[in-house]
């Protein structure tokens, strides 16, 4: 199946995102953000095309600083305004790449069972503690998955070993696309085949349903080589730029 080209998929990001976030447009830019969560993966700008990145970065940093955070904007490899925003000040933080299932995935622990999630608690819980490493963000983070899970285009999948909820994955659809997003273990179980069985299970059904699986990696995360060695391949990068709020 051929690579999905870089619109869908950016739009397939910028979608899901926006089921936990604020989403504005600004022609073919869009700027993501959250009162509540401040980390900057919740409050990002990017655009559509090359051509659109410096006037959405001027945009998004006026209203990023305003609301007294960094300005973060997120830019294609490709693109040439790299230059023009390292000179205003940018510089960058990380770098997210973009990945396609290029076969199907096998396997995972024997032990691990894998399920379509009824609890948004349970998932909840199980996500904050893969990210998080705590539940301090339940109250938060858990009307958001309540409000996601009965969509048609989300399906939330939780991993159950040793009795106990190890891991999370959510899956995304928008046509032609199904994305992957919050793969986590909790830490006291992992290296245990959770993620791999996660990632089994959403090939098995984006394959039934006749849609390419994708999925991004921040390099800070230091999953790229998992990914890779369990049968994806690089579609595209992007470059995570900031510029500090003074």
Same mark, same amino acid.
């Given at each position: 199946?051929?690579?999905?080209?870089?619109? !869908?998929?950016?739009?397939? =990001?910028?979608?899901?995102?926006?089921?936990?976030?604020?989403?504005?447009?600004?022609? =073919?830019?869009?700027?993501?953000?959250?009162?509540? %969560?401040?980390?900057?993966?919740?409050?990002?700008?990017? @655009?559509?095309?090359?051509?659109? %990145?410096?006037?959405?970065?001027?945009?998004? #940093?006026?209203?990023?600083?305003? /609301?007294?955070?960094?300005?973060? +904007?997120?830019?294609?490899? !490709?693109? =040439? !305004?790299?230059?023009?925003? &390292?000179?205003?000040?940018?510089?960058?933080?990380?770098?997210?790449?973009?990945?396609?299932?290029? @076969?199907?995935?096998?396997?995972?622990?024997?032990?691990?069972?894998?399920?379509?999630?009824?609890?948004?608690?349970?998932?909840? &819980?199980?996500?904050?503690?893969?990210?998080?490493?705590? =539940?301090?963000?339940?109250?938060?983070?858990?009307? +958001?998955?309540?409000? +996601? *899970?009965?969509? *048609? @285009?989300?399906?939330?999948?939780? @991993?159950?070993?040793?009795?106990?909820? /190890?891991?999370?994955? /959510?899956?995304?659809?928008?046509?032609?696309?199904?994305?992957?997003?919050?793969?986590?273990?909790?830490?006291?179980?992992?290296?245990?085949?959770? /993620?791999?069985?996660?990632?089994?299970?959403?090939?098995?059904?984006?394959?039934? #349903?006749?849609?390419?699986? +994708?999925?991004?990696?921040?390099?800070?995360? $230091?999953?790229?080589?998992?990914?890779? !060695?369990?049968?994806? $391949? #690089?579609?595209?990068? *992007?470059?995570?730029?900031?510029?500090?709020?003074?």
């Amino acid at each position: 199946m051929r690579a999905p080209d870089r619109r !869908s998929a950016e739009l397939n =990001e910028i979608r899901w995102w926006s089921r936990w976030t604020r989403l504005r447009w600004h022609g =073919e830019g869009y700027l993501i953000s959250s009162d509540s %969560l401040r980390e900057p993966f919740f409050n990002r700008a990017g @655009a559509l095309t090359c051509g659109a %990145l410096e006037s959405t970065a001027l945009w998004a #940093e006026r209203r990023f600083h305003s /609301a007294g955070l960094d300005s973060t +904007i997120l830019i294609f490899d !490709s693109c =040439e !305004s790299l230059r023009g925003l &390292v000179a205003s000040g940018y510089r960058q933080t990380d770098t997210l790449t973009v990945l396609r299932s290029t @076969a199907p995935l096998r396997g995972g622990g024997p032990q691990v069972k894998v399920r379509a999630s009824t609890d948004p608690k349970t998932w909840t &819980v199980a996500y904050l503690r893969s990210f998080y490493g705590d =539940e301090a963000l339940t109250d938060l983070v858990r009307p +958001i998955v309540t409000a +996601i *899970k009965d969509s *048609k @285009a989300v399906t939330l999948l939780e @991993a159950e070993t040793a009795g106990e909820t /190890a891991g999370v994955l /959510a899956m995304f659809r928008t046509p032609g696309l199904v994305g992957v997003y919050c793969v986590g273990t909790v830490p006291e179980l992992r290296g245990r085949g959770v /993620a791999t069985a996660l990632l089994a299970r959403a090939g098995e059904t984006a394959r039934a #349903e006749g849609r390419r699986l +994708i999925l991004q990696t921040l390099a800070s995360d $230091g999953a790229l080589q998992f990914y890779l !060695s369990r049968g994806f $391949g #690089e579609v595209y990068s *992007k470059r995570v730029l900031t510029k500090k709020l003074k």
